[in-house]
Nanobody, 123 residues
Framework: QVQLVESGGELVQAGGSLRLSCAASGVTFSAYAMGWFRQAPGKEREFVGAIGWNGSTTYADFVKGRFTISRDNAKSTSYLQMNSLKPEDTAVYYC?????????????????WGQGTRVTVSS
């Protein structure tokens, strides 16, 4: 059965860093593009960034160089490195998988989703 499990979410002070992980099982990981999304209370789920099967990356404008997405196919894991965290980064972060790379920034294009990991950034 396909499963994506996020981990690494913590309470962190503004300016700090976190690395989130998304471990996949039940899929041929290397064939999937992996997206990262986040959802803050009262807001829609928004795109953070994604990495294709070939390692190419794309990011939302708000990232502004602070976040980096990577993948380790041997470990079937995608990573979201977040630096210079701000209180507005507080959200539940989700990873997702898709075989289509046409519209990686659109949540509806992803078939598989993790349960999310909570990131809280305090000022």
């Amino acid at each position: 059965q396909v499963q994506l499990v996020e981990s690494g979410g913590e309470l962190v002070q503004a300016g700090g860093s976190l690395r989130l992980s998304c471990a996949a099982s039940g899929v041929t990981f290397s064939a999937y593009a992996m997206g990262w999304f986040r959802q803050a209370p009262g807001k829609e789920r928004e795109f953070v960034g994604a990495i294709g099967w070939n390692g190419s990356t794309t990011y939302a404008d708000f990232v502004k160089g602070r976040f980096t997405i990577s993948r380790d196919n041997a470990k079937s894991t995608s990573y979201l490195q977040m630096n210079s965290l701000k209180p507005e980064d507080t959200a539940v972060y989700y990873c997702a998988a898709t075989l289509s790379s046409a519209r990686l920034g659109v949540a509806g294009g992803y078939v598989y989703w993790g349960q999310g990991t909570r990131v809280t950034v305090s000022s």
